[in-house]
Structures are given as structure tokens and as C-alpha cells.
T-cell receptor, first 111, second 112 residues
Framework: GENVEQHPSTLSVQEGDSAVIKCTYS??????FPWYKQELGKRPQLIID?????GEKKDQRIAVTLNKTAKHFSLHITETQPEDSAVYFC??????????FGKGTKLSVKP | DADVTQTPRNRITKTGKRIMLECSQT?????MYWYRQDPGLGLRLIYY???????NKGEISDGYSVSRQAQAKFSLSLESAIPNQTALYFC???????????FGQGTRLTVV
């Protein structure tokens, strides 16, 4: 079936370093790719998204890149801070309209 | 604030019992979803509904059923709960194919 692969499953960085999380998707008709952040005990919340007609999008310290040919997209967090520690999920919206999520990346930012 | 509300927030039930998880939203969205979250497995789609008369199975629908009682309400039922249905359940809503999904606070279900 359709799926979204996400790597790595855990990522530990020093405060101030950059963090990169990568995802691949299988449905070539997918056209919307959001990233969610889930803090401990809370609901997932959107941090950035990208649509298929755009190759890159930035929002302050967060950026997402999309390569439709290769069917992969990545989240980049620069100048990481302890409050960036959380689980991050990528997702792809299939042609039928429902979101399929990756398994998540637990990011730990060490002070 | 417009929101997505799940009830109950926590529930412990016994094997074989029927249980219903409820979701209501004030966002005016047509699309509603039920996801299940397990450690290391991410968010897996159970059922989704694009309007009141539309119900679709997701990745892991076996053992679950849903009811879309109104645009604002989408309930998930476990007809006969089993221990491996112990998980965190999230309801979510969205308004069309290219906008974000908004999640409820989650329901932590334990089946003993």
C-alpha cells in the first residue's frame, strides 16, 4: 500500500547545531506535504507545509525542501534550541485526500 | 476558539467491552479522521469521512467502526475491545485537500 518512510527515528544534536529529517513517499499523485511537531503529552501541531508546485519553503529557523522527481522531502531546523525537542512527523496527502504519516523522529536538543 | 474536542480523555476498559470515543469540532470542516498512535509506529489512519454520507476505511480499520452523526461529530467504536487496541487515539479535521489537519487532544485508551 501507499506509505511514507521517515528517517532517522531518533536524532540527538547539540544546541545551536542543525537538524535534518528526511521522508520519502510512494504515491506520485501526492501534492501536499505537512510537518507536525508533537511535544510530550500534547497533540500534533503543524509547523510547516509545502505544496507540490514549490521546491522549498522557509519560516524563520525551519525550512522544508521537496524533490518530486525523487519523491522525497526534508525538514531542516537551524540553530536548534532545547524547546525544539519533540517528536516530528512528516506526512503526505494522497490523491484521495487523506494524510499518511511517517513513523516519527524523536529530536533531542542538548543544552 | 474553534477547536477539535475528544471525549473521554482517558479510559480504561475490560477486554470484550464495547466502547465509543467521541469527537466534535467547531471549525466547520467537512473532513474528519480517526488516527491511532503507538510508540514507534507513528499515526495510523483508522477511518475517515469527507462528509456526513461518506465513510472510508483507513490503514487499520479491522476491529473498529465509525459513525458520522453530523458535520461536527465523528465517533469511533470498538465493538469488542482487545488489549492490543491499547493506544492513544486522535481525531483530526481538515477542510479540503491541501490544508493542514487539526488534531484533538487525544484519548488514551487502555484495554485490560
Amino acid at each position: 500500500g501507499e506509505n511514507v518512510e521517515q528517517h532517522p527515528s531518533t536524532l540527538s544534536v547539540q544546541e545551536g547545531d542543525s537538524a535534518v529529517i528526511k521522508c520519502t513517499y510512494s504515491d506520485s499523485a501526492s501534492n501536499y506535504f505537512p510537518w507536525y511537531k508533537q511535544e510530550l503529552g500534547k497533540r500534533p501541531q503543524l509547523i510547516i507545509d509545502i505544496r507540490s508546485n514549490v521546491g522549498e519553503k522557509k519560516d524563520q529557523r525551519i525550512a522544508v525542501t521537496l524533490n518530486k522527481t525523487a519523491k522525497h522531502f526534508s525538514l531542516h531546523i537551524t540553530e536548534t534550541q532545547p524547546e525544539d525537542s519533540a517528536v516530528y512527523f512528516c506526512a503526505a496527502r494522497r490523491s484521495q485526500g487523506n494524510l499518511i504519516f511517517g513513523k516519527g523522529t524523536k529530536l533531542s536538543v542538548k543544552p | 476558539d474553534a477547536d477539535v474536542t475528544q471525549t473521554p480523555r482517558n479510559r480504561i476498559t475490560k477486554t470484550g467491552k464495547r466502547i465509543m470515543l467521541e469527537c466534535s469540532q467547531t471549525k466547520g470542516h467537512d473532513r474528519m479522521y480517526w488516527y491511532r498512535q503507538d510508540p514507534g509506529l507513528g499515526l495510523r489512519l483508522i477511518y475517515y469521512s469527507f462528509d456526513v454520507k461518506d465513510i472510508n476505511k483507513g490503514e487499520i480499520s479491522d476491529g473498529y467502526s465509525v459513525s458520522r452523526q453530523a458535520q461536527a461529530k465523528f465517533s469511533l467504536s470498538l465493538e469488542s475491545a482487545i488489549p492490543n487496541q491499547t493506544a492513544l487515539y486522535f481525531c483530526a479535521t481538515s477542510d479540503n485537500t491541501e490544508t493542514e489537519a487539526f488534531f484533538g487532544q487525544g484519548t488514551r485508551l487502555t484495554v485490560v
